[in-house]
Nanobody
Framework: QVQLEESGGGLVQAGGSLRLSCAATGRSVSSYSMAWFRQAPGKEREFVAAISWDDSDRDYVDSVKGRFTISRDNAKTTVYLQMNSLQSEDTAVYYC?????????????????WGQGTQVTVSS
């Protein structure tokens, strides 16, 4: 079983930056694909970024390309999301997800493991 815990959320002004972390425990996730999703109030959970198990591929939703960077440190079993040039539309709860066999899906229902989420609020 994999447990995921996000951290690093908070309140930031538009144009600012935050770095989210997702720490995995219970089982090594070095062979897992990892992803970040977000959910704004009243909206469905949406894909933000994903990284393959060996970091050979990264995928981003168009709205964050050039602003967000996903990375991983398998030695520390941690995945990061560096968020720059934040906009009010980025305000949401951000969730980390993991899956052993999956890469390339942007559907939340396809991912097996989830964290509890961390709130990101961008003030304009």
């Amino acid at each position: 079983q994999v447990q995921l815990e996000e951290s690093g959320g908070g309140l930031v002004q538009a144009g600012g930056s935050l770095r989210l972390s997702c720490a995995a425990t219970g089982r090594s996730v070095s062979s897992y694909s990892m992803a970040w999703f977000r959910q704004a109030p009243g909206k469905e959970r949406e894909f933000v970024a994903a990284i393959s198990w060996d970091d050979s591929d990264r995928d981003y939703v168009d709205s964050v390309k050039g602003r967000f960077t996903i990375s991983r440190d398998n030695a520390k079993t941690t995945v990061y999301l560096q968020m720059n040039s934040l906009q009010s539309e980025d305000t949401a709860v951000y969730y980390c997800a993991a899956d052993l066999h999956l890469y390339g899906s942007r559907r939340p229902s396809d991912w097996d493991y989830w964290g509890q989420g961390t709130q990101v609020t961008v003030s304009s």
